[in-house]
Nanobody, 124 residues
Framework: EVQFVESGGGLVQSGESLRLSCTAS????????IGWYRQAPEKEREGVSC????????YYLDSVKGRFAATTDNAKNTVYLQMDSLKPEDTAVYYC?????????????????WGQGTLVTVSS
C-alpha cells in the first residue's frame, strides 16, 4: 500500500520560512517523481513542485520559483520542501504524491494515493 506522511506545516508571518517533509512507503521511491501539491480553501488542488529522486531534477509552479526548493533524502524515502519568503497566498494544505513524469510545464497526473496533508498558514 502506497502511503505518504507529510509534516512541518504551521503558522508563520509573511516573509518567514518553513520546511515541509514527506515520507513515502510502499513504492519504489526512485522510480517515480514526487510532487508537492497544495489546496487552499475553496480552490482546486494545484501542483507546487515536482522532483525526481533519481536525477534530482526539479520543476516548480511559476508563483513559487525562487522561493521554494524541493530536495530528497533517498535513504529515508523523504522529500523536503523548503519554503522561503512565504506569502499569505501560500496558505493551504500541502500534500505530496507520486507522479509518473514531470517536465517543464507538463506534469503527469499524480497517483491517487494521498497523505493527510500538512497545513501552512501565512499571516500578513
Amino acid at each position: 500500500e502506497v502511503q505518504f506522511v507529510e509534516s512541518g506545516g504551521g503558522l508563520v508571518q509573511s516573509g518567514e520560512s518553513l520546511r515541509l517533509s514527506c515520507t513515502a512507503s510502499g513504492i519504489s521511491f526512485e522510480s517515480y517523481y514526487i510532487g508537492w501539491y497544495r489546496q487552499a480553501p475553496e480552490k482546486e488542488r494545484e501542483g507546487v513542485s515536482c522532483i525526481s529522486p533519481s536525477s534530482g531534477r526539479t520543476y516548480y509552479l511559476d508563483s513559487v520559483k525562487g522561493r521554494f526548493a524541493a530536495t530528497t533524502d533517498n535513504a529515508k524515502n523523504t522529500v523536503y520542501l523548503q519554503m522561503d519568503s512565504l506569502k499569505p497566498e501560500d496558505t493551504a494544505v500541502y500534500y505530496c504524491a507520486a507522479v509518473g513524469f514531470c517536465s517543464e510545464g507538463s506534469w503527469a497526473p499524480p497517483l491517487d494515493a494521498w497523505g493527510q496533508g500538512t497545513l501552512v498558514t501565512v499571516s500578513s
